[in-house]
């Protein structure tokens, strides 16, 4: 392992200090050179991080560990400089066709609003679908793309309200612009879960595809996350259930989890403790009613076959690109476990210790009243509590 670490290393540092050259350099470069430079740096720092998680079952954990780290710090740093340099435009619309010199300045916006679309890859919380500071609510996806449409809604009327007459021409233009951004919406949508205690939060949806998903100080809630085409990263939670399918899972400063996952790439846990991972619940995401009671144990499996799926899992496997016959939920790395023993920190449950007789709360069903899932989501959260054992101090 430490020949394979120093060669890796010998390729990510020159790399890294490149990147930190042109990012120490960038405010030199000329203004409408810089958002080009922006979107090749973006993607260099993403090369990066990939290389890492192409590497992380090769390396050492220091140098995993490492090396996530200066690529968080690249990352960061572009993001401020990004806003220094770059200021965010304004809303406007897209026009096709020859406009007045009224309307001039409004146009000349696009194109720096149509650049700013790749910034989406590293945390802009403005950007993201919302649940924040909430108690004891069930929180389903349907509200979060009401808000987003809503918000999509009110900045269209700033944009009549702030000089253009609302003629037929000018409404034309913008319903033009619309539906030339039809495809943007397609696009995975990042959604950003912060403070929230004693919630339960639904995410699945079996139309809407979904980027990273950013899980930040959550208390004893319990969250279903369907198949999604980016990372699900998580810190500072305690006592929480998480069902979720991703192509990386890092979680920090954690503890007391449960962890029903589907990942193609080794977990990673740093600072956490009491960490309980079982695979991904596969065939019940997608239930007839929520009345039915099911054996997770019985029917969970590490691998999961298409042909027997329900097809709106196939689908958000495909959107997610997703591999749904490769599972790493049992190799974590524990970037605080140094030693050649495993780590005290984590471990992978029996199907055994799965409460029986009780659904998993991912029998959600949409069409139920809130009142109605509300009172059964309670009763149900505890069953995907896994039984408790003493921990033995090592």
């Known amino acids: 392992m430490a020949d394979v670490s120093k060669d890796f290393r010998a390729t990510f540092d020159p790399e890294k200090q490149s990147i930190e050259n042109e990012l120490a350099n960038l405010d030199k ?8 430079k922006i979107d090749s740096l973006v993607q260099r720092i993403h090369a990066l991080e990939k290389s890492i998680t192409a590497n992380i079952g090769v390396i050492s954990p220091f140098d995993a560990r490492v090396c996530l780290e200066a690529v968080s710090s ?13 200021p965010k435009p304004k809303f406007t619309f897209k026009s096709r066709k020859a406009i007045s010199p009224s309307t001039l300045a409004v146009s000349e916006s696009v194109s720096a609003k149509d650049s700013s679309k790749s910034q989406t890859s590293h945390v802009d919380e403005s950007m993201f679908m919302k649940f924040e500071n909430r108690t004891n609510e069930h929180l389903y996806i349907g509200t979060l793309l009401q808000q987003q449409q809503q918000q999509q809604s009110n900045s269209m009327e700033e944009v009549y309200l702030g000089g253009l007459p609302v003629t037929t021409e000018n409404k034309a233009l913008n319903a033009d612009s619309s539906a030339a951004e039809t495809t943007e919406e397609q696009k995975p949508k990042d959604v950003a ?19 990273a998903i950013h899980i930040r100080n959550l208390k004893r809630c319990t969250l279903v996350i369907p198949p999604v085409s980016g990372s699900i990263l998580l810190h500072d939670c305690e006592g929480c259930v ?18 029903y996952l589907h990942v193609t790439s080794e977990p990673i846990i740093e600072d956490c403790t009491n960490m309980r991972f079982a695979p991904y619940p596969y065939h019940d995401l997608f239930p007839t009613s929520v009345a ?15 042909e027997s799926g329900d097809p709106r899992l196939n689908r958000l496997f495909e959107l997610a ?15 605080n476990w140094l030693r050649q023993q495993k780590s005290p920190n984590w471990r992978v449950v029996d199907s055994s210790e799965i409460k029986e007789g009780v659904a998993p709360l991912v029998l959600i069903k949409d069409e139920l009243a809130e009142h109605q899932l509300q009172q059964q989501l309670r009763q149900q959260q505890q069953g995907l509590r896994l039984k408790r054992f003493p921990v033995v101090a090592v």
């Open 74 to 86: 690249l990352s960061t740093t572009l993001s401020q400089l990004r806003v220094q340099l770059i």
């Open 292 to 306: 039915p009671v099911h054996d997770i144990g019985a029917t969970a499996a590490t691998t999961f076959s298409p």
């Open 29 to 36: 470069v000329p203004v409408g050179e810089r958002q080009q």
């Open 193 to 211: 879960l912060t403070n929230l205690t004693d919630c339960t939060i639904n995410l699945l949806h079996d139309n809407t595809p979904l980027g």
């Open 242 to 259: 998480l069902i979720g399918a991703c192509h990386q899972s890092r979680m920090h400063t954690s503890t007391d989890m449960d962890i």
């Open 321 to 335: 690109k997703l591999n749904p016959q490769v599972n790493y939920f049992d190799r974590v790395k524990d970037f």
